[in-house]
Nanobody, 131 residues
Framework: EVQPVESGGGSVQAGGSLKLSCTAS????????MAWFRQAPGKEREGVAS???????YYIDSVTGRFTISKDNANKTLYLEMNSLEPEDTAMYYC?????????????????????????WGQGTQVTVSS
């Protein structure tokens, strides 16, 4: 199974910024749904931001105003720009996508729950924020 590939993680101090990238190379079709999830040690995986098929972004409350999700459709690349980082943002960040398809009628909403919408997951990129 083809997987998306994440990059851009690292270690920063609180208040700093990072920009994550996720490339869906090797996919037969462009994904309809692409999203970022994160998982901190001892915690469940949680959705951070997704982009509906019409380009509408969707965020969890704790990152609204600090994180920005964007997508380069031509290159099948999803980004997550993270500003004003907090120690609570420390986690492994995962990119998740569906398999896409040859065409879509209407808008596909992309949830922030790691359920059946997302069939392909990347290996993750670590983000560490120190106080």
């Amino acid at each position: 199974e083809v997987q998306p590939v994440e990059s851009g993680g690292g270690s920063v101090q609180a208040g700093g910024s990072l920009k994550l990238s996720c490339t869906a190379s090797g996919y037969t079709y462009s994904p309809y749904c692409m999203a970022w999830f994160r998982q901190a040690p001892g915690k469940e995986r949680e959705g951070v931001a997704s982009m509906h098929s019409d380009g509408t972004p969707y965020y969890i409350d704790s990152v609204t105003g600090r994180f920005t999700i964007s997508k380069d459709n031509a290159n099948k690349t999803l980004y997550l720009e993270m500003n004003s980082l907090e120690p609570e943002d420390t986690a492994m960040y995962y990119c998740a996508t569906d398999r896409g398809g040859p065409g879509l009628k209407g808008v596909r909403l992309c949830p922030l729950t790691p359920g059946p919408t997302y069939q392909r997951w990347g290996q993750g990129t670590q983000v560490t924020v120190s106080s």
